[in-house]
Each structure stands twice: as structure tokens, then as C-alpha cells.
């Protein structure tokens, strides 16, 4: 299983669009991967993890608009995370990181994630 989280120097970005950086995390290698964020275009994100093997995306939080993709891509949304990316993917892992089903509705106030 690829688990990705968003992430800011190496801690899960509080919007899934803006963070710097996707760590992948790969469960059958025990690998961690880190790739650029290649820009926030709507509805290109969600396509690039899909067409990575991603199956479980974390964040702390995301638009509606990306979470819809990815529902239709059959990839799991977590959000409300929080903490170094590497230990929300592996705690998803273990099973004790649940999402808060918060989606941020407008990208300009992205401070507004997890309301």
C-alpha cells in the first residue's frame, strides 16, 4: 500500500494544495519517497498520486473539489491530520489515524481547514 501525506518541512501541510512536498510511504518496501509538489492546478493533484500508486492520501486539510477526485479515483482521504508526515502515515498504517471529514471551502482562507 502508497500512503501520501501532504507536507511542509517535513510535517503535514495544513492544505493539501499548497503543501511543498508529497511523502509517499510505501508499505511492502518500508520506503519513504519524497516528491516535489508540481503545482496547484485544479484537479491535477489527485491524478498525480493516482498515476503513483497512491491508495490513502493524509493532510490536514483539502477542498472539496479534491476530494471528489480522489473519491472517484478510489483513494482514501485523511484529513485533519497533523505532525511529522512520516508518523501520520505509518500511525494510518497501525490503524490510529482516523480523518475528521473536515473540507476546507475556500482555497483563499486556507487557514480555515479543520473548521
Excluded: W
Excluded at 496547484?40 to 486539510?61: R, S
Excluded at 498504517?93 to 480523518?99: E, Q, S, V
Aim: aromatic residues 8%; glycine residues 12%; charged residues 20%.
Amino acid at each position: 500500500m502508497r500512503v501520501a501525506v501532504a507536507s511542509m518541512n517535513e510535517q503535514v501541510a495544513e492544505h493539501f494544495g499548497h503543501c511543498e512536498s508529497f511523502l509517499i510511504y510505501d508499505s511492502v518496501t518500508k520506503q519513504a519517497y519524497v516528491f516535489p509538489n508540481p503545482g496547484h492546478k485544479p484537479g491535477f493533484l489527485p491524478n498525480f498520486l493516482a498515476d503513483k500508486g497512491v491508495e490513502v492520501i493524509i493532510a490536514g486539510g483539502m477542498g472539496g473539489g479534491a476530494v471528489q477526485i480522489f473519491n472517484e479515483r478510489d483513494i482514501e482521504v485523511v484529513v485533519g491530520a497533523c505532525g511529522d508526515a512520516k508518523t501520520a502515515a505509518l500511525d494510518y498504517l497501525k490503524g490510529d489515524l482516523k480523518t475528521t471529514g473536515s473540507v476546507c471551502h475556500e482555497h483563499q482562507h486556507h487557514d480555515e481547514c479543520g473548521e
